[in-house]
């Protein structure tokens, strides 16, 4: 079973910044890693499948690197409605598996 | 466009069952599959399991064997999650997510339902 481990837990950005999240695997998933966003009360979001292809609609700011084992996802300039919490899920593996979430708050 | 509906919130005592739909619309049902993706309170998300609308196979996660049981009905475009023998910390927010149709076949959870709130308490 594939263990999926993000960091930092939170992370306090300034609105206008650069955010760099972080996504390691227990074992390699290739790029068969998936970035989704959520909001309080919401259900998730994907942002970003293939490691860094853009689901639709989402933004440029948003842009994911990686393969194998680490993976990252930035956000190159927040905005406001950024700040929410992010999960990292490989999709190579059964089980599929979530990371424990980075939140991105406002500093 | 893409809409996974899914039920109403449920209330349920200690040793009941739950069963969740999840009503999909604006893509055909059976290219794709199913997976859900449930969220105790204020913790992260666990995937439970995933079920083909093209062909009915399953995967479960393995803690959750012997107690959930997903199906589709094609002819309503709905699939449904069933959990049984309920435990306090079954108490979550239950997802439906379109996924992949085919167990071999990597794919991303692309469209989500609005999820069910399922509490379990005496």
């Known amino acids: 079973e594939i263990v999926m481990t993000q960091s930092p837990a939170t992370l306090s950005v300034s609105p206008g910044e650069r955010a760099t999240l972080s996504c390691r695997a227990s074992?390699?998933?290739?790029?068969?890693l998936a970035w989704y966003q959520q909001k309080p009360g919401q259900a998730p979001r994907l942002l970003i499948y293939?490691?860094?292809t853009r689901a639709t609609g989402i933004p440029a700011r948003f842009s994911g690197s990686g393969s194998g084992t680490e993976f990252t996802l930035t956000i190159s300039s927040l905005q406001s409605e950024d700040f929410a919490v992010y999960y990292c899920?490989?999709?190579?593996?059964?089980?599929?598996?979530f990371g424990g979430g980075t939140k991105v708050e406002i500093k | 466009q893409v809409q996974l509906v899914q039920s109403g919130a449920e209330v349920k005592k200690p040793g009941a069952s739950v069963k969740v739909s999840c009503k999909a619309s604006?893509?055909?049902?059976?290219?794709?599959?199913i997976s859900w993706v449930r969220q105790a309170p204020g913790q992260g998300l666990e995937w439970m399991g995933w079920?083909?609308?093209?062909?009915?196979?399953?995967n479960y996660a393995q803690k959750l064997q012997g107690r959930v049981t997903m199906t589709t009905d094609t002819s309503t475009s709905t699939a449904y999650m069933e959990l049984r023998s309920l435990r306090s910390d079954d108490t979550a927010v239950y997802y439906c997510?379109?996924?992949?149709?085919?167990?071999?076949?990597?794919?991303?959870?692309?469209?989500w339902g609005q999820g069910t709130l399922v509490t379990v308490s005496s």
């Open positions: 997510a379109r996924d992949g149709r085919f167990v071999v076949v990597p794919a991303a959870l692309d469209y």
């Open positions: 604006g893509y055909t049902f059976t290219s794709y599959g």
């Open positions: 074992q390699s998933v290739s790029s068969n």
């Open positions: 899920q490989q999709y190579n593996n059964w089980p599929r598996a």
């Open positions: 293939g490691a860094s």
């Open positions: 079920i083909s609308a093209y062909n009915g196979n399953t």
